[in-house]
């Protein structure tokens, strides 16, 4: 390994290791490789959430000025205030969008993690920036299809959520108060847009209102297409080689609880099997891009199952803040 590399992973991967009564110490090839496998992962995953980032902004930015700006129609969330106020007022969408998106990233800082939150905020920026400077043609006026397709390009928010960002803070406003009240984040949400499409029946129209729930439908739709697990909460059963260093990572960097069971393994027509332990946690749909980031650091061939779960209740996955 040449000196330029051996000193990248010393300053950005290995400096946490190093014996603080030791700075000079040597690194073995052992030490150095795992050092690169980890480099490696994080810059591909980097790489990946950059781009998927970029794509959802370039989609959601397409669904404000080639359908719903034109047709003063609107979404639900952070978004959906920011085209309203933006329908009510002479202030620019994307000035709007970085003014009410401010205090969900404040507060995504302190539930879920600085990293969350600056990714958060350069994403919220982003699209600000493309909504300011890239023209997009008016598609259509067809009321239908304009709340339709105009929810259907807002579903790039979606892609950004795969890329560990947000562009619409409500979500994290439902996460901070669902363990506040103790309802479900689908709740919280509901009664969110309930006040923003109201309010937009009482200032626009009744008919504007209603397509702007057509379109939060077929964003929300849409959704669940773009998103793996697009649910509140996820569990999560692992089964690997290195199951305690499995457990350790969920509960030291993740901040999340582990039911560890017994099991045996089995395949083939003789049914071979041997003593495993299997791992059980569950975790938010934002975790998601963590977890798998720090598994394959860990074990790059773990079997993974992923199910869906409406709500928890108990634990610590409600009472602990979350971590990215």
Excluded: C
Aim: hydrophobic share 50%; charged share 20%.
């Amino acid at each position: 390994m040449n000196k330029f590399l051996k000193q990248i992973l010393t300053q950005i991967v290995l400096q946490n290791k190093r014996d603080q009564d030791n700075p000079e110490q040597e690194w073995t090839d052992q030490e150095l490789k795992e050092a690169w496998k980890i480099f490696k992962i994080n810059t591909i995953r980097y790489f990946k959430d950059i781009i998927l980032i970029t794509i959802g902004i370039f989609s959601a930015a397409f669904g404000f000025k080639g359908f719903l700006l034109t047709n003063h129609f609107i979404d639900g969330g952070a978004t959906g205030i920011s085209l309203l106020i933006s329908a009510l007022t002479i202030i620019p969408l994307y000035i709007l969008l970085i003014v009410v998106n401010i205090p969900f990233i404040i507060m995504g800082y302190f539930t879920i993690g600085r990293t969350f939150a600056i990714k958060t905020a350069l994403a919220i920026t982003g699209l600000a920036f493309v909504v300011a400077t890239v023209e997009f043609p008016n598609v259509t006026n067809d009321n239908l299809l304009v709340a339709l397709f105009g929810g259907f390009f807002l579903a790039g928010i979606g892609l950004s959520i795969r890329g560990g960002a947000v562009i619409d803070g409500t979500e994290v406003l439902a996460i901070y108060l669902s363990k506040k009240l103790g309802a479900t984040i689908g709740d919280i949400i509901i009664v969110i847009n309930i006040l923003i499409f109201g309010t937009a029946a009482y200032f626009l129209s009744v008919e504007i209102a209603l397509y702007s729930m057509v379109t939060y439908l077929a964003a929300s739709k849409t959704l669940d297409f773009v998103i793996e697990g697009i649910e509140e909460y996820t569990g999560v059963t692992i089964i690997s080689s290195y199951n305690d260093l499995v457990r350790n990572m969920i509960i030291e960097k993740l901040g999340r609880g582990v039911t560890v069971y017994n099991g045996k393994s089995g395949y083939g027509k003789a049914g071979e099997a041997k003593d495993i332990e299997i791992v059980y946690t569950v975790v938010t749909r934002l975790e998601l891009n963590k977890l798998n980031t720090e598994l394959e650091k860990i074990d790059s061939n773990a079997f993974v199952v992923m199910s869906s779960i409406k709500d928890s209740k108990g634990g610590m996955i409600k009472k602990r803040p979350l971590k990215h």
